[in-house]
């Protein structure tokens, strides 16, 4: 590497981005600009300098990262009305409150897909509207701006919009949203309530909660609106679906007395994505187990219960059946989002190159030491030259055919990233 080359590095960590140059939305624009430089294989004492040079630039990022169980999110009633959203590891250590704004109600926390931003609702403006921030509490902005009160926010796969609830006719209804605040598309039109939206991994359907059979049921649609289907039809309620990570399965709750339904009794269900294969999973203690959401490995269920008295959170293991108390404070905690921590590739520095040119990928949770990261181009597995925690360096497999795009992705760590697409000259 020339001397050049070198105070390019270096100038795009420190002093940003040069005009013209533009990283891949979500990645960090200093590092991809300093890793869009390199046209040869990184040394790895290089690799190991960037990532040290540029340690303060991103220590904001990865501070979020907890473990490769993830991060928890909830919101907390203290006082009346007032309702706040706190993080915390999986295992209910490092609490950290997340919105201090003053506002009377912050909730419904909802990790994006990669774990690094959350979509929440915030009456900060007068009335509750869907909000985003980083998954650290920072850059905290306002997404809609309507007249109706907004709940519910979830996120579409590739980050790019939010589905949500919004009050209006009197009933709630399904919208979705870009993230910048365009593009809104109302996506059910009916008179009954249609609530809690959740986006299936493939970014193909939406299931949700409605009560236009005259109960409460949980129906799926296509992401458009489209083909909205019923995937239940049972004499008690159900609602607060929530699809697995590898799309097979839905979580949800089920209101077991419907005709007294502030009388409980709510327990968690399980059900194959096209409906069958219903099996309970919690059953008891208290009147209340509600709101599961899955981890990232699929494994477990984060949910709310009440049987201490007021709501707290647990975690279920759904194969031993075992259940652990994560929150013991003397406040009510609702609403449990499980943010992943997998090596979800934010950028690669160019989204087209030659066979045997290296592509530079920049994201999260890499491990340090080459071999331990498994590349590949659609089936073709690419040697990996050079690791950090965040980044990599990765030779575009000779077998790539030109003119095709294929879909990236990253082994590491016991995790696989989703794809990223990448076209072949």
Request: hydrophobic share 35%.
């Amino acid at each position: 590497m020339n001397s050049m080359t070198m105070f390019a590095v270096i100038t795009g960590l420190f002093l940003g981005v040069p005009p013209g140059i533009q990283a891949a939305p979500g990645a960090h624009p200093h590092m991809a600009y300093a890793c869009g430089l390199w046209k040869e294989p990184v040394p790895s004492w290089c690799m190991g300098t960037l990532m040290g040079i540029a340690n303060l630039s991103i220590a904001a990022e990865e501070a979020v990262v907890g473990g490769t169980d993830g991060l928890i999110a909830f919101y907390q009633e203290q006082r009346g009305d007032t309702a706040d959203i706190y993080i915390m590891n999986s295992n209910g250590s490092g609490l950290r409150r997340l919105t201090t704004d003053g506002s009377q109600s912050n909730r419904c926390p909802a990790f994006s897909f990669d774990g690094r931003q959350m979509a929440f609702t915030s009456a900060r403006g007068g009335i509750d509207q869907i909000h985003i921030m980083n998954a650290d509490g920072s850059n905290q902005r306002r997404v809609t701006h309507s007249s109706g009160q907004e709940i519910h926010p979830a996120w579409s796969p590739d980050g790019k919009k939010i589905v949500f609830c919004r009050m209006t006719g009197g009933v709630w209804q399904i919208f979705t949203i870009n993230t910048d605040g365009t593009g809104e598309k109302r996506l059910t039109n009916t008179s009954s309530k249609e609530t809690h939206p959740w986006w299936s991994p493939d970014g193909k359907k939406i299931v949700f909660g409605s009560n236009r059979s005259g109960s409460e049921d949980i129906l799926v649609m296509n992401a458009d609106g489209s083909r909205q289907t019923r995937l239940t039809s049972a004499s008690t309620g159900e609602y607060l679906p929530c699809w697995s990570p590898d799309g097979s399965r839905i979580a949800y709750t089920v209101m077991l007395d419907p005709q007294h339904p502030m009388m409980f009794p709510r327990d968690l269900f399980i059900m194959n994505a096209d409906g069958p294969g219903v099996q309970r999973i919690t059953d008891g203690p208290g009147n209340v187990n509600e709101d599961g959401e899955w981890s990232p490995d699929g494994k477990r269920l984060v949910f709310q219960s009440d049987r201490t008295g007021r709501y707290q959170l647990y975690v279920l293991d759904l194969e031993s059946g075992a259940q652990t108390r994560l929150t013991t404070d003397s406040f009510n905690d609702y609403w449990p989002a499980w943010g992943t921590t997998r090596p979800t590739v934010a950028t690669i520095t160019s989204q087209t190159g030659k066979p045997g040119k290296q592509a530079i990928i920049y994201g999260m949770a890499f491990s340090a030491v080459a071999t331990q990261n498994v590349v590949t181009f659609g089936q073709h597995k690419a040697t990996v030259s050079s690791a950090s925690m965040a980044m990599l360096a990765a030779k575009i497999p000779g077998t790539c055919k030109s003119g095709i795009t294929y879909a990236v992705k990253v082994k590491a760590n016991g995790q696989t990233s989703r794809p990223y697409a990448f076209t072949v000259k």
